[in-house]
């Protein structure tokens, strides 16, 4: 598959209003907008650093992913996610070389991109996500 570079780093944390600040205030970067998406109960801050971003993940609910993710392991970093050029051939050629996928088919994250999750067990403990836009 291509890879083009790292699209986001995903940061769990309990309030985009207050952790942003570290972006904002001391790194002086700029929080470009704020989305929610339902679907994974959370609101996404995107604050974007040449050709990528860090995206501030926080909870809607206390039984979304994010939420659950911070129960359990605290705040921090959450996922990583690599651009690539096609994804649904990512996908097909990951299912070829027998890697463990959370989601079998894209499906739409923030941003309108085109995104899917590789199982941790197969990253030494990192959630990647894959996603093309
Ligand atoms: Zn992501």
């Not at 996908?91 to 923030?110: M, N, S, W, Y």
């Amino acid at each position: 598959m291509k890879v083009k570079h790292i699209d986001h780093i995903g940061v769990a944390v309990k309030s985009i209003d207050q952790a942003g600040k570290f972006y904002t205030e001391i790194l002086g970067l700029g929080i470009e907008d704020v989305e929610n998406v339902a679907e994974q109960k959370v609101n996404v801050a995107f604050i974007p650093i040449t050709d990528s971003e860090v995206e501030l993940l926080e909870s809607t609910d206390p039984d979304g992913p994010v939420a659950k993710y911070i129960d359990s392991r605290g705040e921090g970093v959450q996922h990583i996610a690599f651009r690539v050029e096609n994804i649904e051939e990512a996908l097909e050629e990951l299912k070829e070389r027998g890697v463990r996928l959370i989601d079998q088919a894209p499906r739409e994250g923030a941003g309108g991109a085109k995104i899917a999750f590789i199982h941790p067990k197969e990253t030494n403990g990192v959630l990647v996500e894959i996603c093309e836009r």
